[in-house]
């Protein structure tokens, strides 16, 4: 006999015929869940990536910054200043001095406990002076550019820059 609905005392048999049904229904067959495999991927994925951030975060840290580098170009060149650390991992520009010009520099990244800096003229790297820590902060984060590569470009022929403005 063919049920669709169990009612008391109500034959449910032409109604399977009509159908086209057997007289036993087949129970539904439950559809395993899509994807578990892709799904325990992307979870694993997701656990691998905190594990290695979180094993990284100690050695990934912000840099910090210096508020304020006041540069003196006491020579008659234009000079380009950089600085980095002592084991000159990278360079960070400064940027160009004109001639007898002091320019503040804002948001310097700190470079540790000696600091190096480089003074080029044009193509010409003309110098380097490295300084401490404590040294900048007694001179109030100050850095003059030291007048004998002044004396070195003109002993090398090179012209005085115009001073602009």
């Not at 049920?3 to 034959?11: C, D, F, I, K, T």
């Not at 002091?102 to 406990?113: C, E, K, L, S």
Request: include cysteine; glycine fraction near 10%; charge should be positive.
């Amino acid at each position: 006999m063919c049920r669709l609905r169990s009612v008391p005392g109500e034959s449910t048999g032409p109604l399977c015929k009509h159908l086209g049904m057997s007289p036993t229904l087949a129970r539904p067959r439950i559809a395993p869940p899509k994807n578990v495999g892709g799904s325990l991927m992307v979870s694993a994925g997701v656990a691998a990536v905190v594990v290695v951030a979180a094993a990284l975060l100690p050695g990934m840290r912000l840099p910090t910054f210096v508020r304020r580098v006041t540069v003196t170009n006491a020579t008659p060149y234009g000079i380009e200043v950089e600085v980095t650390n002592p084991q000159r991992d990278g360079w960070i520009d400064l940027g160009g001095f004109p001639p007898s010009a002091t320019r503040p520099v804002y948001q310097v990244i700190d470079q540790g406990a000696n600091w190096v800096f480089r003074f080029t003229h044009g193509p010409d790297d003309v110098g380097q002076i490295a300084m401490s820590r404590a040294e900048l902060k007694r001179t109030n984060w100050r850095v003059t550019i030291p007048a004998e590569l002044g004396d070195r470009l003109a002993a090398a022929g090179r012209p005085a820059s115009a001073r602009v403005g």
